[in-house]
């Protein structure tokens, strides 16, 4: 089983000193805010749409913690229940 935490409650720290405390933690994947209700603390939409380099960037340091991003993770827990 995969664990993922959606970042917003810890937006007082930088997703760069996040992501270290969550991999101590055994956490596998992240769903950062980018916006809407949770702020976007730890990802700043407008610049990473158009931008391939801050999108391999951030690719980059969520593979240094084997971090997985949302949909990178395989099919939805529900879904393997169902099998």
Known sequence: MQIGVHTPPLAD???ESA???LD???VDAIEPGVGGHPGQD????SEY???ETAQAELRD???EYETAAPGEIGPLATEEASR
């Open 19 to 21: 992501l270290p405390y």
């Open 49 to 51: 749409l158009d931008d």
């Open 42 to 45: 730890h990802l700043v939409r």
């Open 61 to 63: 340091l969520l593979a």
């Open 13 to 15: 720290e930088r997703l």
């Open 24 to 26: 101590g933690l055994g």
